[in-house]
């Protein structure tokens, strides 16, 4: 079992930045694979990006592409989003997710464990 915690949402204005945190439990994080899915009101839940256990592989959508980076630190057990120039359609509940898989899946099917969520607002 694993359990994910983000972290480091809030409200921003539009141009801004946040930095998100994923820490999971476990001894095996570097196995997993990690990612990142946003819910905006009304929608449907949607991937962001994704990362493999070694990292080595990463994956965004096309609408983060330039502004996004993922990156984890497999000795502090912990994924990061870092999120540049964001916008007010950036807004949404941002859910990590583990794969025992190891890989980077762009489908939210590829994913056991999922956190709780964490705000981000957008201001314009």
């Known amino acids: 079992q694993v359990q994910l915690v983000e972290s480091g949402g809030g409200l921003v204005q539009a141009g801004g930045s946040l930095r998100l945190s994923c820490a999971a439990s476990?001894?095996?994080?570097?196995?997993?694979?990690m990612g990142w899915f946003r819910q905006a009101p009304g929608k449907e839940r949607e991937f962001v990006s994704a990362?493999?256990?070694?990292?080595?592989?990463?994956d965004y959508i096309d609408a983060v592409k330039g502004r996004f980076t993922i990156s984890r630190d497999n000795a502090k057990n912990t994924v990061y989003l870092q999120m540049n120039s964001l916008k007010p359609e950036d807004t949404a509940v941002y859910y990590c997710?583990?794969?025992?898989?190891?890989?980077?899946?762009?489908?939210?099917?590829?994913?056991?464990?999922w956190g709780q969520g964490t705000q981000v607002t957008v201001s314009s």
């Open positions: 476990g001894r095996t994080f570097r196995n997993y694979g």
């Open positions: 997710a583990a794969s025992r898989s190891g890989l980077a899946y762009v489908s939210a099917r590829g994913y056991d464990y």
């Open positions: 990362i493999s256990g070694g990292g080595v592989s990463t």
